[in-house]
């Protein structure tokens, strides 16, 4: 996030979508636009050359869906973006492999105005969870259960994994801090540690290893 605000890119097949979408956050103070895609390629090359904060992926695109285009954003760039996918179903199989993949989260195309620049500014700051109970319903229907806890389970201080399960349920670190009566700083230390032992890229990612790990029960 730049001193200007938040940087987005808008990639969506139906250019109806895009404008709207276009028309709620340009409305907003601290958040621009910078550009536009309408496959998932397009969106790939676009989101390289512009390094947007944020990225608005449409989960079902043509000649490269927004899982394949999310995977090669965030494995070809230096300091990606955050990607939240679009989608019509809430229950849907691509978003939870959206997640899998390494979206930030995602936002349904029925949200209302404010859900969507609430979402923006939710994981461009990163430090909660969007949307939790959904992503525990995704984990619960769609999650692998790995047949033994992996080995990160076990590297858990109790500390990490009480931040672990706050992160789970969509605390953010000053609320974190305030449950567990730490410091914003220590939790912040925690948060990164607990990403390092779960090999996540994120809070996201952290809390779906959590869930496939057995670590946290989904449902």
Do not use: C
């Amino acid at each position: 996030m730049t001193a200007n605000g938040i940087r987005v890119v808008l990639a969506d097949d139906e250019r109806m979508v895009r404008t709207a979408l276009r028309a709620i956050l340009s409305a907003e103070q601290g958040i621009e636009v910078v550009g536009e895609a309408a496959t998932g390629a397009e969106a790939v090359s676009v989101v390289r050359d512009l390094k947007p904060d944020v990225v608005l992926m449409d989960v079902r695109m043509p000649e490269v869906d927004g899982i394949r285009a999310t995977e090669q954003i965030l494995r070809t760039m230096s300091g990606p973006p955050r990607v939240v996918v679009v989608t019509t179903f809430e229950n849907d199989a691509y978003v939870y492999e959206a997640l899998r993949a390494g979206a930030a989260g995602f936002l349904l195309k029925r949200a209302d105005a404010d859900e969507l620049v609430q979402a923006v500014r939710l994981v461009a700051r990163s430090d909660s969870l969007l949307f939790p109970a959904a992503v525990r319903a995704l984990a619960a229907e769609y999650g692998r259960a790995e047949p033994a806890p992996p080995a990160w389970v076990a590297r858990l201080t109790g500390r990490e994994s009480e931040v672990l399960r706050l992160m789970a349920a969509g605390l953010t670190n000053a609320e974190i801090a305030g449950r567990m009566g730490v410091g914003a700083a220590t939790v912040k230390t925690h948060v990164a540690s607990v990403l390092a032992k779960t090999g996540a890229r994120d809070r996201t990612q952290a809390v779906i290893a959590a869930y496939e790990a057995g670590f946290m029960k989904a449902g």
